[in-house]
């Protein structure tokens, strides 16, 4: 009598994409534990058009640097005193390679918040390294631009025609320029060490966060002096607080939605 036999085999190999095999940078093993780190590709540097950037940005460093050097010092000692910025802007040849510098650092800044990913956005993410500084700078820019038509739109006469006012609007050059050395030395460490990469977001955000507030806090003071304490309060909060605020939204969208969320969830349990 025949014997049938009957064999049947089952394929337990199952090939992953890299994407589904490397986790967030991260080697799963078989049992759901997590082994080491990859380091993700740094896509930021195969753009030539960041290249080209970068290298604008050195060349026109190079070119000011004299003038930085000239100015620094004057800048820190206003970042202490607020009267140092009032010398600052008495003084024509000082107020003038500030103002120069500042010019330049705005760029400097743009390919920095792009170099270290300071945005993120659904809308940014996916895009090209190129086009993403493209939209990182126009960000930047744009905020700068809807401060300022704030400012010139802004009714109060007073403290538009106020010299001292005039000194206070311009005292954002100063942390611009400040601004720019910070993230600019963060850049650089991300760039020679990717260890740091999350050292160097986190410490970009809180620096220009404290920078922000610094500024804030000398505009206030230089502004009370001349307008007193309510008038520079609702000028803050028009000029300088409103801009920022949509400047914020616009960079964590999906995060300030989550935050907007939860707000009527904390107050139904209050």
């Not at 089952?10 to 940078?25: H, M, R, Y």
């Not at 206070?168 to 100063?174: C, H, I, P, S």
């Not at 616009?250 to 300030?256: G, Q």
């Not at 907007?260 to 139904?268: C, E, H, S």
């Amino acid at each position: 009598m025949p014997i049938s036999s009957q064999i049947t085999s089952v394929d337990t190999l199952q090939v992953k994409s890299a994407t589904e095999a490397f986790v967030q940078g991260y080697l799963p093993t078989h049992d759901g534990t997590l082994l080491g780190t990859v380091a993700s590709p740094d896509l930021w540097g195969t753009s030539p058009l960041n290249w080209g950037l970068m290298a604008l940005c050195i060349i026109f460093i190079l070119l000011f640097f004299r003038r930085f050097i000239s100015i620094f010092p004057h800048i820190s000692r206003g970042m202490i005193r607020w009267k140092e910025v009032l010398t600052i802007e008495n003084n024509m040849r000082l107020s003038r390679e500030r103002d120069s510098v500042a010019a330049v650092a705005v760029p400097v800044i743009c390919v920095c918040v792009s170099r270290l990913d300071l945005f993120h956005a659904s809308y940014i993410d996916p895009a090209e390294p190129g086009t993403k500084t493209l939209i990182v700078s126009g960000m930047i820019l744009g905020f700068l631009l809807v401060r300022g038509m704030i400012s010139l739109m802004l009714p109060a006469r007073k403290l538009r025609s106020s010299e001292t006012a005039r000194a206070a609007g311009r005292t954002a050059y100063n942390f611009i320029i400040v601004l720019s050395v910070v993230l600019l030395a963060l850049t650089v460490v991300h760039s020679l060490s990717r260890g740091c990469a999350v050292f160097s977001v986190k410490a970009a955000l809180i620096s220009s966060g404290v920078l922000w507030g610094l500024f804030l806090l000398r505009k206030y003071q230089i502004m009370a002096s001349d307008a007193g304490h309510f008038a520079a309060f609702l000028y803050l909060c028009a000029v300088e607080i409103l801009p920022a605020a949509m400047l914020v939204v616009s960079m964590f969208p999906e995060a300030v939605r989550e935050l907007v969320g939860m707000i009527p969830t904390a107050i139904t349990r209050s």
